[in-house]
């Protein structure tokens, strides 16, 4: 079986996408991540729904979490807020992970393997560069139960 043949529809953003609209479509589709386009429909990367959780508590929670204890709604509706005037491109790690993206030709034991190794809840499908579809780690699973 071929990536192509499993890959779905999926939302897609640009570098340029508000953040606060990617958070919605993150939140709203219950999405493990979103693929970041370029213009021309060609991935640049995974944008993990974990990385923006992560952007949502500030640095010094992270480091001590009994910190979240005494934080208020009103600061976590200030962290959230915070969103607004970002764009998905500042939401991302300054130093790009290995892109996860198979051809559409590839195998689907190709495309574990990626998903597998950089820990990754989807990977991008492309043809000739452009953004056919994705395989969610959801999709993947549901395919090896179904053989078995």
């Known amino acids: 079986m071929r990536a192509e043949q499993i890959a779905e529809e999926f939302p897609e953003v640009t570098l340029n996408s508000s953040a ?5 479509l993150l939140a709203t589709g219950r999405l493990p991540g979103l693929v970041v386009t370029d213009t ?11 990385q ?9 929670v992270q480091d001590d979490p009994s ?6 709604e009103r600061a976590a509706d200030q962290i959230v807020g915070q969103l607004s005037p970002l764009t998905v ?17 590839d195998t689907v ?3 574990a393997a990626l998903m597998a190794r950089l820990r990754c809840p989807l990977i991008a499908i492309v043809e ?9 780690a959801s999709r993947l699973l549901t395919l090896a139960l179904h053989a078995s």
């Open 20 to 24: 606060l609209e990617a958070v919605r």
């Open 67 to 72: 910190l979240a204890r005494v934080l208020d």
């Open 128 to 136: 000739n560069d452009v953004l056919v579809g994705v395989v969610t």
């Open 109 to 111: 034991l190709e495309l």
């Open 52 to 60: 923006v959780v992560r952007l949502l508590v500030p640095p010094y």
């Open 40 to 50: 021309a429909g060609t991935p640049v990367t995974i944008l993990p729904a974990s």
């Open 89 to 105: 491109g500042a939401m991302l790690p300054e130093r790009p992970a290995e892109l996860p993206v198979l051809h559409a030709d």
